[in-house]
Each structure stands twice: as C-alpha cells, then as structure tokens.
C-alpha cells in the first residue's frame, strides 16, 4: 500500500496563491506517476495535473494552464501543486494521487490521499 497525505490548504483570496503538498511512504515513489484532482460538492472528481515519475512530462487541465504548475521531488518522496492567481471557482477538495508506471487519468489510480479544501474568497 502506498500512502499519500496531502497538506497545504486553506483559505485565500481571490489572485492569491497557495501550495499543496502530498507526501507518500509505503511504496517506491518514483515508480508513480502523480496527480492532482480536484472535486466540487455533489460532483464527480476532476482531473487537474499530473507529472511522469521523472518530472520530465506534465499535464494540466485547461482550466488551470498556465496559473497552476505541478512538480515532484523523488528524493523527498514528494509531489507538489503550486497554485497561483487563484479564482473563487478553484475551491474545491483536492486530492493528491499516484498511478504505477506512465498511466494518466482518473481510471488509472492506484492510491488517493484523503483530500485538503482549499477555499478561494472573492
């Protein structure tokens, strides 16, 4: 089992940025591609970004090009979501996940961590 915790949310304001943090023990951590999803109220999760076990690929859903960037340090078995110019659409619960190998997307999760809010105010 791998195990992924999330840390860094909270409350900013609208233009503001924040970064979360998902620290994950139990298995081989540069063995997975990670992930960011995020989830509204009543809604299915939805995909954010994703990097490739080296950090050398990255994806990002449109809504958030270009304001949010995701990264990874493999010594420190952690994966990062720097989250910048921040609307009040991006609350959400966001989750932190891993994905063995180069698969990307929601059907190829492994391990999800247990979420961090992240609250926008306008």
């Known amino acids: 089992q791998m195990q992924l915790v999330e840390s860094g949310g909270g409350l900013v304001q609208a233009g503001g940025s924040l970064r979360l943090s998902c620290a994950a023990s139990?298995?081989?951590?540069?063995?997975?591609?990670m992930h960011w999803f995020r989830q509204y109220p009543g809604k299915e999760r939805e995909f954010v970004a994703a990097?490739?076990?080296?950090?050398?690929?990255?994806y990002y859903a449109d809504s958030v090009k270009g304001r949010f960037t995701i990264s990874r340090d493999n010594a420190k078995n952690t994966a990062f979501l720097q989250m910048s110019s921040l609307k009040p659409e991006d609350t959400a619960v966001y989750y932190c996940?891993?994905?063995?190998?180069?698969?990307?997307?929601?059907?190829?999760?492994?391990?999800w961590g247990q979420g961090t809010q992240v609250t926008v105010s306008s």
């Open positions: 139990g298995r081989t951590f540069s063995n997975y591609g």
């Open positions: 996940a891993a994905a063995y190998g180069s698969r990307v997307g929601i059907r190829e999760i492994d391990y």
């Open positions: 990097i490739n076990q080296s950090g050398s690929i990255t």
